[in-house]
């Protein structure tokens, strides 16, 4: 079981602790309502140092990146970030990503716990095929056991950022970043997040007393100083620390798409489109056409032959809380199945994501959600699930 650098913290700290994509994680601290509402309220953190972090460094690594994943990696200016897609060859998603130019020819792409495993492998795969047929100037390197990564979410992350860093982030674009400095400890900072909601992320290094390679192990130097300083200095503005329980409602109310859930390969190797694509997932504003990238060809098939099924995020009208798995239905006839589901700690109601055949995902479709055996109405909807003058990064002030 992978852990992170602080886990001893939240092993203190936390009243559930459990597996999550082959991570020790906490899932809650106080409930995950009280630790939602936080951060949609006020302001909560989060330790995301299980995401990966790998690097691309070298004169063609850029190149290289605008071939492995979806969109223009070439745009943004240092140090920003690019939110991309990496593909099978058949089209579908093998993970999302968020690709920042650090400057002088080095990228870090940030990734899913539970893909930079298989990343790593697929890129190192690609760089010795490309290799054979000529040099290339690149180094690849697997970073995330290294990396430490905190996220500080909510109305109040902005207060909490001028007061430990002097900035102020609304004057970042979303996805740019700064270096900034904490008591000595340099770190980037980047305007990002997984919850709909304004706030930053901070990455450094530090050394990991649970390194699967054990002479990098390590008594962390950075890592529970800086945790517990965002904390201190949040107190004021009631900051709560949050697990992946509340990160997960979050991420749903804000109708973002899970890797593993909205998104994944199956790999189906008897066809030459696999699934899920980005087409049926709704992230064509991720894709940058006038380039050549990895599932492009699979994705112009796809568009010529239509789209077997097309994500839709709903709200439940008669009660009851959808859950992964279970089947959607319109007026009796089997239309799809919900791939992601939860009841809203700020709405109070059932709300979820279902792939369903794509002339009934648009909103204002009227559809049956089978729960326990039983169907139950639901709406077709457009995301958020909340109000976005009331909340969410750009609420009305």
């Known amino acids: 079981m992978k852990r992170v650098h602080i886990f001893d913290w939240h092993r203190e700290h936390a009243k559930k602790v459990e597996e999550f994509a082959g991570w020790e994680m906490p899932i809650w601290y106080s409930s995950i309502k ?6 949609r309220n006020g302001v909560g953190i989060f330790d995301t140092s299980h995401m990966g972090e790998i ?38 998603v093998k993970d999302e990503t968020l690709v920042f ?17 298989k990343l790593y492998a697929w890129f190192t ?21 290294d990396y430490v990564m905190f996220s500080i979410q909510g109305p109040k992350a902005r207060d909490l950022a001028k007061e430990l ?89 804000a109708g973002y798409t899970l890797y593993g859930n909205e998104t994944k390969e199956k790999q189906l190797l008897s066809t030459d489109i696999d699934e899920v694509t980005p087409l049926q997932a709704n992230l064509d504003f991720a894709l940058f056409w006038d380039k050549e990238f990895i599932g492009k060809e699979a994705l112009l098939k796809q568009k010529e032959r239509g789209l077997p099924s097309k ?25 799809g199945e919900v791939t992601s589901g939860t009841s809203s700690p700020l709405l109070g109601i059932g709300i979820g994501i279902a792939f369903v055949k794509p002339e009934y995902a648009v909103p204002g ?23 976005p003058k009331k909340y969410g990064a750009f609420r009305e002030e």
């Not at 200016?77 to 089209?91: C, D, K």
């Not at 130019?101 to 495993?117: K, L, R, T, V």
């Open 165 to 253: 860093f002097g900035i102020d982030i609304n004057d970042l674009w979303w996805f740019k970043a700064t270096w900034v400095e904490l008591d000595g400890i340099k770190m980037l900072l980047s305007r990002s997040g997984y919850t709909g909601e304004n706030g930053f992320e901070v990455y450094f290094e530090d050394k990991n007393p649970y390194h699967p390679d054990e002479s990098k192990r390590g008594k962390p130097e950075k890592a529970l100083y800086v945790w517990e300083k965002i904390l201190e200095a949040g107190e004021k503005y009631g900051i709560k620390p949050a697990g992946l329980g509340a990160r997960d409602t979050l991420r749903l109310e």
């Open 365 to 387: 479709v009227e559809i049956e959600v089978e729960i326990r055996g039983k169907p139950k109405k639901a709406l077709t909807v457009a995301p958020p699930f909340y109000d």
């Open 125 to 145: 795969t690609i760089k010795r095929g490309i290799e054979k047929f000529g040099k290339l100037d690149l180094e690849i390197e697997n970073k995330t056991y």
């Open 55 to 92: 690097f691309f460094r070298g004169k063609d690594a850029l190149e290289f990146l605008q071939y492995i994943t979806t969109n223009d990696i070439s745009k943004p200016p240092a140090i920003s970030g690019t939110y991309t897609l990496v593909l099978n060859e058949r089209g579908a």
């Open 34 to 39: 009280e630790e939602h509402l936080a951060v």
């Open 311 to 335: 994500m839709v995020h709903f709200k439940m009208v008669d009660r009851g809380i959808p859950r992964e798995g279970y089947r959607v239905y319109k007026d009796g006839e089997l239309i």
């Open 101 to 117: 130019n650090m400057g002088d020819d080095e990228y870090m792409m940030i990734c899913d716990s539970d893909a930079f495993e």
